[in-house]
């Protein structure tokens, strides 16, 4: 018996994300990130359990991505070994840089230490070995191919950029301690507060999927190594916080087009459902019935109703489905059936005293009458 799983373990507003593939008495494993430091403590039982993964994916340096790897390398043992990880540090970003046109190059700045790189340099875990370059991007002249995995597990890279990479290089700096990442602190993140949260009852699908798109513009989001994964006939997009016209501008030099569009049977939606990483060009691509949102909407009240609307409006007739790894005011609200019927759309949610949501990729149509 085969699988092809995702677990999206509860990563507070961030992402800890599991995906499981092969032979299920023995599957390949990558993990993606690792939310928050306190969501760590959650994960480490499970990573020592399994052991040794096939891929550690560092999404990109944003705390709730990242934040969750620093105790990790704190450990005087770790609690498991890997076949590859994929990170892009500042000297990826600069060798990225290198790469550009002359006139598109960036002016570099100081890099200071950082703790995930100094981390991975520790071990004897092979970063980023996909890449002659070691660069992992779009414009490596490996991500321009399928990446293969042991098991029959293949990647496709779909973000990020040498250009989005090399823009990031003035703000590092900045984004390392946003992130809580610099060698001067001490490793403890402090937790943001969410803010008010926005009542959304009556939520109209029509006028939120028509309000104006302002795409997301942080750098560090646009570093976001995003891409599909393909197993058994199915494939998962995997969007970490990615920026919305890289996404669009890979899959249409991958063919998708609004008359051919690109089969997902799994979206693990960019941005926790932030309004400003989903587009409707880029749903317009895409042939998905599937949607994952991971958060607990504690920082932002991801997911942005303007985002699932356009999800629903883009494809009104199908069914669709849902997924949220949390209960909370920002995803209940969906689970309104008068809306459910005119949209034609379910939703999931973790089981009462379960940790996160896990997806069955290859029986995802029995979603689709689950509620």
């Known amino acids: 018996m085969t699988k092809f799983h995702l677990h999206m373990h509860p990563a507070s507003e961030g992402d800890a994300l599991m995906l499981s593939w092969g032979d299920a008495e023995r599957p390949g494993h990558a993990m993606v990130d690792m939310g928050r430091s306190k969501d760590y403590v959650l994960l480490k039982p499970l990573l020592q359990d399994i052991g040794k993964l096939d891929l550690f994916v560092v999404s990109h340096i944003d705390a709730d991505h990242i934040a969750g790897v620093v105790p990790l390398f704190e450990e005087k043992r770790l609690p498991f070994s890997t076949a590859?990880?994929?990170?892009?540090?500042?000297?990826?970003?600069?060798d990225a840089n290198d790469r550009l046109a002359p006139s598109e190059r960036v002016v570099l700045g100081v890099a200071q230490g950082e703790k995930v790189s100094a981390g991975i340099a520790a071990t004897d875990w092979p970063w980023n070995a996909h890449a002659k370059s070691r660069v992992i991007s779009i414009d490596s002249p490996e991500g321009a191919q399928p990446i293969p995995f042991d098991g029959g597990l293949t990647v496709r890279l779909l973000s990020p950029s040498d250009r989005k990479l090399a823009a990031l290089l003035p703000a590092w700096n900045d984004a390392l301690e946003k992130a809580h990442l610099r060698d001067i602190d001490d490793g403890e993140p402090e937790e943001e507060k969410g803010g008010g949260r926005?009542?959304?009852g009556?939520?109209?699908v029509d006028a939120l999927a028509s309000a104006r798109f302002l795409p997301d513009s942080a750098k560090p989001n646009g570093t976001s190594i995003a891409f599909v994964a393909e197993y058994g006939g199915k494939r998962i997009l995997l969007a970490a916080d990615a920026h919305p016209d890289i996404l669009e501008r890979t899959l249409r030099g991958l063919g998708a087009s609004e008359d051919s569009r690109y089969q997902i049977d799994c979206f693990k939606v960019s941005h926790h459902g932030s309004k400003a990483n989903t587009s409707a060009s880029l749903l317009s691509i895409i042939d998905c019935r599937c949607f994952a949102f991971s958060t607990d909407g504690s920082h932002h009240n991801h997911p942005d109703p303007e985002a699932i609307a356009r999800i629903l409006k883009v494809d009104p007739v199908r069914p669709k489905t849902l997924v949220f790894n949390f209960r909370q005011p920002s995803t209940l609200c969906w689970d309104n059936r008068a809306l459910m019927d005119q949209w034609n759309y379910n939703c999931v949610f973790p089981e009462e005293g379960k940790n996160g949501i896990g997806i069955d990729l290859?029986?995802?149509?029995?979603?689709?009458g689950k509620s």
Not at 84 to 94: G, P
């Open 362 to 368: 290859l029986h995802i149509d029995d979603l689709w």
């Open 198 to 200: 926005v009542r959304l």
């Open 202 to 204: 009556g939520l109209n």
């Open 84 to 94: 590859h990880v994929w990170f892009n540090a500042h000297e990826q970003l600069s």
